[in-house]
């Protein structure tokens, strides 16, 4: 793999317009080498090879190698397509095109990528670094695909409670399924900026539930959506739709997506491991809020 060149793949506007040092939150400029961004005060961070930037002076934690692995192979088959265009149309609908947009809790960059295709300027932070590096090298591969010659993302190594932006920057960041810190989101965020939220429904995933569980429950919604204090509800979307996983490693990549795979018994993780298909339901809450 080629060197991480700055100068190169990263567009000028999330780093002139966007980040800010997590240290001192001055400005970033691009190492000559182009290989690091630099700020103002001398602090310096590397690019890592996939190309991804780590802001963060303290690394680790998230999601393990392993986990992000299965994450990509699973959403890489298309099985959550739908929800990824019913984000995509959300964001097209509301936010200005060639809009700044943060993807706070990025993963494996599968949504971050989608709405950077919809040309739009993405910045994606995920505290695990294995998870930025997958999600930069998809943008990458992104690219090539679509014979682009220009990068409209940068994932970084980064804390959703502490984003390395600055304020009032982006006009709107997405969350999906990863912890909502309201304040610091509406911190980024223009003023009348678009902050829209995943939940899971409540039937989501509700036959894989009925598998594992002896008494399969439905969804409440999220505790962590934002109050009223930054935010003003707009609306709630729901995308459902069915899949079928086929084969034993799409199911267990897609149970290891869920919070159930912490909780679930060994006898509920032996039947599930005893399923050559899985056919269930899918079901995103899109909560759409505006920036007060």
């Not at 090298?137 to 679509?146: D, F, I, L, P, Y």
């Not at 084969?247 to 149970?255: H, P, R, T, V």
Request: some cysteine; aromatic content about 10%.
């Amino acid at each position: 793999m080629a060197a991480l060149d700055l100068r190169n793949e990263l567009s000028r506007d999330i780093i002139e317009k966007m980040l800010v040092c997590p240290v001192c939150k001055e400005g970033f400029g691009v190492s000559d080498d182009g290989r690091s961004l630099v700020c103002t005060s001398g602090h310096c961070f590397d690019g890592g090879a996939g190309g991804y930037v780590s802001l963060v002076r303290n690394g680790g934690g998230g999601d393990s190698k392993e986990a992000v692995r299965a994450r990509k192979s699973f959403l890489g088959k298309g099985y959550y397509a739908p929800a990824a265009d019913a984000l995509c149309k959300i964001a097209e609908e509301l936010v200005p095109s060639g809009g700044l947009l943060v993807d706070a809790g990025c993963g494996e960059g599968y949504y971050s990528n989608k709405l950077a295709e919809q040309g739009f300027l993405v910045f994606g932070a995920d505290i695990s670094k294995f998870a930025a590096d997958s999600a930069a090298k998809g943008a990458r591969q992104s690219r090539v695909a679509r014979n682009a010659t220009e990068s409209s993302t940068l994932f970084s190594v980064a804390s959703v409670f502490d984003l390395p932006l600055r304020d009032g920057c982006a006009d709107c960041v997405v969350n999906i399924f990863a912890p909502c810190c309201a304040e610091e989101y509406a911190r980024v965020l223009k003023r009348d900026g678009v902050l829209i939220v995943a939940a899971a429904g409540k039937d989501h995933l509700l036959e894989m539930k009925q598998v594992i569980y002896d008494d399969a429950y439905l969804n409440d919604t999220r505790k962590d959506l934002p109050t009223e204090e930054y935010f003003e509800l707009c609306e709630c979307r729901n995308s459902s739709f069915e899949i079928t996983a086929t084969g034993k490693e799409d199911i267990e990549s897609l149970f290891s997506m869920t919070p159930y795979y912490w909780r679930t018994s060994t006898d509920g993780k032996a039947r599930l491991s005893a399923c050559d298909t899985l056919r269930t339901r899918v079901s995103f809450d899109f909560f759409i809020y505006k920036r007060k």
